[in-house]
C-alpha cells in the first residue's frame, strides 16, 4: 500500500512562504517510479482545485491564481513531492493534497494515490 505523508503547512503571514513537502513510501515492496503528480487544495466551502502538476518527463503547469508564485517538484531518490509557495494570501489558505498518478514499484503499479491532506493559513 502506498503512503503519502504530507509536510509543512501551517499559519503564515500574508506574503509569506512554505514548502509542503510530500513523502511517498510502501508497505511493502520498492517504489522504482513515479508518474505524474499534482498538488490540489480545498478552500473553506469550495471544492477541491487543481493547484500544480508535474509529469513524469517533467513539464509543469499551475493554475491560473497561483502562476508565477508557486512552484512544483519532486526529488526522486528520495520519492518526495515539493510545493514551494512564495507571496501567499489569504486567498491561499486552503487544505492542500498531493497525488500520484501512477506509481511504479516492485510489486507492481499504484493508482491515484493521495496524501492525507495539510492546513495552510495564511493570515495576519
Known amino acids: 500500500q502506498v503512503q503519502l505523508v504530507e509536510s509543512g503547512g501551517g499559519l503564515v503571514q500574508p506574503g509569506g512562504s512554505l514548502r509542503l513537502s510530500c513523502a511517498a513510501s510502501?508497505?511493502?515492496?520498492?517504489?522504482?517510479?513515479?508518474?505524474?503528480i499534482h498538488w490540489y487544495r480545498r478552500a473553506p466551502g469550495k471544492q477541491r482545485d487543481m493547484v500544480a502538476m508535474?509529469?513524469?518527463?517533467?513539464?509543469?503547469a499551475y493554475a491560473a491564481p497561483v502562476k508565477g508564485r508557486f512552484a512544483i517538484s519532486k526529488d526522486n531518490a528520495k520519492k518526495t513531492l515539493y510545493l514551494q509557495m512564495n507571496n501567499l494570501t489569504s486567498e491561499d489558505t486552503a487544505v492542500y493534497f498531493c497525488?500520484?498518478?501512477?506509481?511504479?514499484?516492485?510489486?507492481?503499479?499504484?493508482?491515484?494515490?493521495w496524501g492525507q491532506g495539510i492546513h495552510v493559513i495564511v493570515s495576519s
Open positions: 510502501l508497505s511493502s515492496g520498492v517504489i522504482l517510479g513515479i508518474g505524474n
Open positions: 497525488e500520484i498518478d501512477r506509481l511504479e514499484s516492485s510489486r507492481g503499479p499504484w493508482f491515484d494515490s
Open positions: 508535474m509529469s513524469s518527463n517533467g513539464e509543469t
